[in-house]
């Protein structure tokens, strides 16, 4: 079965920092893999995703994942993070009939 | 277009007692998904249904039904409220399953008392 862990519960960042999110997957075959954030009051939706191809893949407002089958990890990134940025991150691993989310990863904003 | 949409957006429960939350999606999505969200774990599948008049239990089916007798529409119900049934639920639809990114409604904020 799928799982995914997310290992870090909380990250601060300062604004205009980096940011990398840690992702890491269980999976037999080859993953369909997943980020979405969650703003505060809000549902989930989509960052980026991973198929197949290039294993950089490029995502809405900045953001950036790679796949590393080695490492089985699909790290989250951003170049420059924004106050608007802090939320909480999920990442998830696609099997044939379910989605399964790791546990998340609260991002604070520093000034 | 509205996407995935959940009513009621809170409600409050004393235990024993039933409701029905509705998700609505106006896609054309043949998959629906219910999740519960906790703290520290993450969403969790309840129930999800693969196309109207089909349902299927996910991770955590215990203490809820659901119906898709329309596809647009997927009903989760509790029959007996309890005080561990308190978190928040999310409905999502999809066009497929492997791969397909998943819809969010916004939430419903359930406290049973």
């Known amino acids: 079965a799928q799982s995914v862990t997310q290992p870090d519960i909380h990250i601060t960042v300062s604004e205009g920092a980096s940011l990398e999110l840690r992702c890491n997957y269980s999976y037999g075959a080859t993953p369909y893999l997943f980020w979405y954030v969650q703003s505060p009051g809000q549902g989930l939706q989509l960052l980026l995703k991973y198929f197949s191809g290039d294993t950089l893949v490029q995502g809405i407002k900045g953001f950036e994942a790679e796949f590393k089958r080695s490492q089985s990890s699909f790290n989250l990134r951003k170049p420059s993070v924004h106050w608007s940025d802090a939320a909480e991150y999920f990442c998830?691993?696609?099997?044939?009939?379910?989605?399964?989310f790791g546990t998340g990863t609260r991002l604070l904003v520093s000034p | 277009n509205a996407g995935v949409t959940q009513t009621p957006k809170f409600r409050v429960l004393k235990t024993g007692q039933s409701m029905t939350l509705l998700c609505a999606q106006d896609m054309n999505h043949e998959y629906m998904y219910w999740y519960r969200q906790d703290p520290g774990m993450g969403l969790r599948l309840i129930h999800y249904s693969v196309g109207e008049g089909t349902t299927a239990k996910g991770e955590v089916p215990d203490g809820y039904n659901v119906s898709r007798l329309k596809k647009q529409n997927f009903l989760l119900g509790l029959e007996s409220a309890a005080p561990s049934q308190t978190s928040v639920y999310f409905c999502a639809s999809s066009f497929g399953l492997a791969g397909n990114e998943q819809f969010f409604g916004p939430g419903t904020r359930l406290t049973v008392l």
């Open positions: 998830a691993v696609s099997g044939f009939q379910k989605l399964v």
